[in-house]
């Protein structure tokens, strides 16, 4: 532990809550616009393994998403989606009516910006 006065170095909940409060814009190419997200929370990164269900680990014992359904992964990609867009908020079923491949790109950002880059990296080359 670093010789630092306990009082400065206290985890407040403003600094857990914090986190689901960051914004980016992301550049949708395909409508030639920005959208507003977020980064998902542990609890609903877990909702979204919920629906996958069992997920087999990689060597590193990180969650191999590219050894699930294909149709359980695609509502597992929408549900990130309508979790982590926040500008304009879509839910799930038009998440889908999006342009192909649009739902599985935001759904690789806002899981990389929920910490999951190398797992959200996998998951998309499924679909390339």
Known sequence: MAD???????????????????RKQVFLEQYGKNVVI???TDGELSMVFDIIGNVPLN???IPDLTRI??????????MVCAMGL???KLTESEIG????GVP???AKVILEFSGLTESANRQIEKFR
């Not at 006065?5 to 960051?22: R, W, Y």
């Not at 009516?97 to 192909?100: G, L, P, R, S, V």
């Open 4 to 22: 630092e006065p306990a009082s400065q170095n206290v985890l407040t909940k403003a600094d857990i809550l914090q986190g689901k409060n960051q």
């Open 38 to 40: 977020r980064p998902l």
């Open 59 to 61: 060597e590193q014992g």
């Open 69 to 78: 359904n294909i149709s359980t992964n695609l509502k597992a990609l929408r």
């Open 86 to 88: 926040v500008e304009p």
């Open 97 to 100: 009516d999006m342009a192909f």
């Open 104 to 106: 599985e790109y935001l």
